[in-house]
């Protein structure tokens, strides 16, 4: 017994030796590289396994893999995310490189659906992924411009050319009627907060142009969007899924290796206006002036010593005194590594981007990382995503609710040419009421700066080989600060105005003054998340399910405050204005704000697939918001799809769609989502606020509830084709939709006309729908030689309608002298949303006088909603060159020229402003009134040149320098239109009461075409 106690150690190691050495003679290690067949650069993360088994492994930085197989493997199997994959023969051999080729063949992806992941082969829903390849390229400052045109369904239009600033983002049309129709936005499985980060006004200057919640987000950590378009898809996040999803996943350190690869890039933008208004110069303006007087009956004597009254001798271009040529760079910095289950990425960036306009300007540094961590192997992995950004602001004076002295650009395009910038004292020259342009740049400062964090953390365990659990938190929080100055030197009767808190003027007047005012808004949010999921195939069968539950709560917190009356006088031109907040004598506190609301849910999908040939898609979600009364807090919304993969039949194969098509599939679906959008945290609530503005307490009736609130609800119904041909070269999708929305949140006036408050929320009566079609087509039309040529379309079509309103609904206020009141824009039944209304313009009569149809009433002539819209991407590839050209266009609406209208004028020469060539030479009478009509109703319809990017990729053979390449991009480099503004592309905020506008041209800050060169390097 003790002999044998003392042989088991023995036995033991000499059993492993020969297990060792036994295991050893079974077993031949294989090397080799794997490369870009395109370019020979390598590729990194490339996966590698022996054919029939799990073993493999991942290419370094340099491409290069070793790998430990079974001595009878006879093929390894290589493949990558983006490229077709390559069986390699290692029967005989110990080393084997492969050269894979970039593949058009989309169907392998692997596309984020929310929850989970699905291949593009099984998507039963309405689903698009734009990955990093095919970005748009150049100056980019939020990530919808990177989709722009991108993909069918998906409307991105720019509320202005203003560095940041926030676009209009319809994904298949427009329905709600009160919110402002902006997808879901969720990053790596976090929904971010909807809605501003920033306060929207400067305080010494109206409203300006809301700011792009996605500014704080660095496009070159992007890997992929993705974008759930109908109610099958979006489903799965119920009550915030109606105007669609967008999916942000961000790039890991998945192809770092174990030695880790360090990417730097860099580039220069220089942009300058792609268009200004033809104006008239100093002699044509006042040979024009002295007529327009004649006209309007002076005689030439007077008409001459009138106009030498109103010339001061100069010939300024104002055009010029506020516009420059911007000058922009960007420089990124990522690290990624990956090894024994640890993968990480770090990366920093640093945007410094001016606009046209002078003072306007884009600063933010971002830093993210994103660490996975395996833990007792396979069984547990943690996930860290985390993102800070500090963002810079700097706004000219610019609003969208300018009166008749006009905000910057409306004072430059209308500022009489003759005028000089400055007084022979060196003081800003200010004649009157009129506003000098220069004088507003000098005079007007406007900053903020947005510290976002976003992170989350997610646990999975691998509880069987079928069964996972996921826990996720996460947290989004914005503070912001805007603070602005207004100069004691600007002229009273120039800028007026004083600001009025809960009832009590203030009597801070600029002039003499100064102000300066000071805003924070702070909002957070708060995500936990519990869910399970299943994947098991049996036989034939798949099953993928999921289930889950989700608590998510925000918080919005708003102060400010305003100062004037400096401690230290600014009179003289030579005198310094300290623009610092604590340099005034008086301050007042505006009145604040806070608001929580919660959102919780359950949800389920179930995917299921019977052998490679039928697909279904079941999904509900349940949620409950506290922004409804008790009795309708919750609602849950279903959502079904199918899908028929034709040509896995065995009668298909053979029949004569097998010879052309490798893939014909059919899909079907249909649901519901809910919306909240625009809603206020209490609006169920009656709320009053008692608040001390300085002159004692007081309490004010804010809002009368409505108890019975409940959801906006959508339902959708579709059906599209996919098709693919036998040599992959083409891909062809193509989806009909037909949306319908009810029961829609309305801020409506209070029944009896007797309510404390004039208005409150109800769910009005009435639909709104949207249908048409959506395609996408590419084809690879030259693969087989050195000179690659692939293209790709989309298009999109939408008819929409509303049907069973009580009443038309009007918005669209329309600014300028004598337009009080004026709007151009109205809901009807049997026409689509924001269809345009205004007397129809028919020229001027023998005296010059406008000339209308109808008596001038009222008549509908067409809507602002674009009824197509398409993208055309052109890939040329030759050697190591590469070269992308871009071009969208976009038609069937018409835009409204609220700047032509409230400036560009005969009378305006009258009254010393300037219009343009075509004005102030036409025959309109100087006496004839602006109003609102066709004459300023245009045609939008465009086509753009709005991307084009020439690469060229180095062949490298330095140990430490593995990738060089170098690049050249304009953006907007042509437009053919017949809109006679800056761009037809265009959205300016004209709400009333709070409900949106679509399609008006108000001073908008121009859309600058924009030249940018870099280079990216991979050590």
């Not at 990382?369 to 963002?391: E, H, P, W």
């Not at 004292?425 to 220069?438: K, L, M, T």
């Not at 690659?788 to 989309?794: E, G, Q, Y």
């Not at 993208?871 to 030759?878: L, P, Q």
Request: with cysteine; glycine share 10%; proline share 4%.
């Amino acid at each position: 017994m003790n002999l044998m106690k003392l042989a088991k150690p023995f036995m033991t190691a000499a059993f492993v030796c020969l297990f060792a050495i036994f295991s050893h003679a079974q077993t031949k290690t294989v090397s080799g590289k794997v490369t870009d067949a395109k370019d020979g650069s390598p590729l990194v993360g490339a996966s590698v396994t022996a054919k029939g088994s799990r073993t493999g492994t991942t290419t370094g930085a340099d491409g290069s893999y070793k790998l430990t197989v079974p001595s009878g493997t006879k093929t390894l199997v290589i493949s990558s995310v983006g490229f077709g994959s390559m069986e390699v023969d290692v029967a005989n051999a110990s080393s084997a490189n492969a050269s894979l080729t970039a593949t058009t063949d989309n169907l392998a992806d692997v596309v984020v659906v929310g929850y989970g992941t699905r291949k593009a082969k099984d998507l039963t829903g309405s689903v698009a992924k734009v990955t990093e390849k095919d970005f748009n390229k150049g100056q980019i400052s939020s990530p919808e411009q990177l989709l722009q045109g991108r993909t069918p369904g998906v409307l991105v239009t720019p509320a202005t050319g203003e560095p940041g600033s926030a676009a209009t983002i319809n994904i298949r049309g427009t329905g709600s009627i009160s919110g402002n129709n902006e997808p879901l936005y969720v990053i790596d499985g976090v929904p971010l907060i909807q809605g501003g980060t920033l306060g929207s006004a400067s305080g010494v200057e109206g409203g300006t142009t809301a700011k792009n919640p996605l500014i704080f987000l660095n496009p070159n950590d992007i890997e992929s969007m993705t974008v759930l378009k109908d109610a099958s898809a979006a489903a799965i996040y119920g009550s915030r899924g109606a105007n669609g999803v967008i999916l942000i996943t961000t790039k890991t350190g998945a192809r770092g290796g174990k030695r880790g690869t360090f990417n730097f890039g860099a580039n220069m933008s220089v942009a300058n206006t792609a268009r200004r208004y033809d104006l008239m110069d100093a002699q044509g303006f006042l040979l024009a002036a002295k007529k327009a007087n004649i006209d309007g009956g002076a005689d030439p004597i007077g008409a001459a010593d009138a106009v030498k009254l109103i010339d001061k001798g100069a010939n300024t271009d104002w055009q010029d005194q506020i516009y420059r040529t911007a000058i922009s760079q960007n420089y990124n910095l990522g690290w990624a590594y990956n090894n024994k289950g640890t993968t990480v990425r770090l990366s920093g960036s640093y945007d410094d981007q001016q606009g046209v306009v002078r003072n306007s300007s884009l600063k933010r540094l971002t830093t993210r990382a994103n660490i996975s961590q395996k833990i007792l192997g396979d069984k547990l992995r943690l996930d860290v995503n985390m993102t800070y950004s500090n963002t810079k602001n700097q706004y000219p004076p610019l609003s969208n609710n300018a009166g008749f002295q006009g905000s910057l650009l409306g004072a430059a395009l209308q500022s009489n040419p003759t005028y000089p910038v400055y007084n022979p004292d060196g003081s800003f020259f200010q004649p009157g009421n009129e506003r000098n342009p220069a004088q507003m740049l000098a005079y007007f400062d406007d900053r903020d700066k947005i510290n976002r964090f976003l992170g989350n953390a997610t646990l999975t365990w691998n509880i069987t080989k079928n069964l996972a659990y996921r826990g996720v938190l996460g947290y989004d929080n914005s503070q912001s600060q805007r603070t602005s100055f207004a100069d004691p030197r600007l002229g009273s009767n120039a800028y007026g105005g004083t600001n009025n808190i809960f009832g009590r003027d203030l009597n801070n007047q600029i002039s003499g003054n100064g102000r300066t005012t000071r805003q924070n808004l702070n909002v957070k949010s708060l995500l936990v998340e519990h869910y399970f999921t299943y994947d098991n195939t049996w036989g034939n069968h798949t099953l993928n399910a999921v289930a889950g539950y989700s608590y998510q709560n925000f918080e919005t917190q708003y102060d400010g405050t305003v100062g004037w009356g400096l401690n230290t006088p600014v009179v003289a031109p030579t005198d310094v204005f300290i623009k610092e907040y604590n340099n005034f004598k008086n301050y007042a506190t505006f009145v604040p704000n806070y608001e929580r609301n919660e959102l919780q849910s359950v949800f389920g999908r179930a995917n299921y697939s019977y052998a490679d040939r039928y697909f279904l898609t079941a999904t509900v979600r349940t949620d409950g918001s506290s922004k409804f009364g008790s009795n309708n807090r919750y609602a849950t919304f279903p959502a079904f799809a199918f899908k028929w993969k034709l040509m896995n039949e065995a009668f298909a194969q053979k029949s004569f769609l097998g010879k052309l098509f490798s893939d014909v599939s059919f899909r079907a679906n249909y649901g519901s989502l809910g919306s909240q959008d625009n809603l206020g945290a209490y609006a169920a609530l009656n709320l009053q606020q008692t608040f001390n503005p300085g002159t004692g307490s007081a309490t004010r009736f804010i809002q009368q509830g409505n108890p019975d609130l409940k959801w906006e609800t959508l339902t959708t119904t579709g059906f599209g084709i996919d098709l693919t041909s036998k040599d992959r070269r083409l891909n062809i999708t193509v989806d009909y939709y037909n949306t319908k929305r009810k029961d829609m949140l309305f801020f409506a006036p209070t029944p009896g006309g007797f309510a404390p408050q004039a208005n409150w929320w109800i769910n009005l009566d009435g639909n709104v729908i949207n249908k048409g079609w959506e395609g996408s087509i590419s084809y690879a039309i030259l693969d087989k030689t050195k000179f690659k040529w692939d293209a790709s379309f989309n298009f999109t079509t939408v008819n929409n309608n509303v049907e069973g309103l009580p009443a038309p609904i009007n918005t669209g206020v329309v600014n300028g002298q004598g337009l009080t009141g004026a709007f151009a824009q109205t809901l009807t039944n049997g026409n689509p949303i924001f269809t345009w209304t205004m007397p129809v313009f028919q020229g001027f009569d023998g005296n010059g006088n406008a000339r209308y149809a109808a008596g001038a009433a009222n008549q509908l002539v067409g809507t602002a909603l674009p009824k197509f819209y398409a993208g055309f991407t052109n890939n040329f590839t030759y050697g190591r060159w590469s070269l992308s050209l871009f071009f969208n266009a976009v038609s069937g609406h018409y835009v409204y020229n609220n700047t032509a209208n409230a400036l560009f004028l005969k009378g305006s020469l009258r009254n010393a402003r300037n219009v343009t060539n075509e004005v102030g030479n036409g025959p309109e009478n100087p006496f004839n009134p602006g109003s609102v009509s066709t004459r300023f109703l245009e045609k939008g319809d465009f086509i753009r040149l709005a991307n084009a990017n020439l690469n060229y990729q180095f062949s490298l053979k330095s140990k430490y320098l593995k990738t060089l390449n170098v690049f050249a991009s304009g953006q907007n480099l042509f437009l053919i239109t017949k809109y006679s503004g800056i761009d037809p592309e265009v959205n300016v905020d004209k709400n009333i009461n709070g409900i949106p506008s679509r399609g008006f041209d108000y001073t908008q800050y121009p859309r600058p075409t924009v030249f940018t060169i870099g280079a990216n390097i991979g050590f």
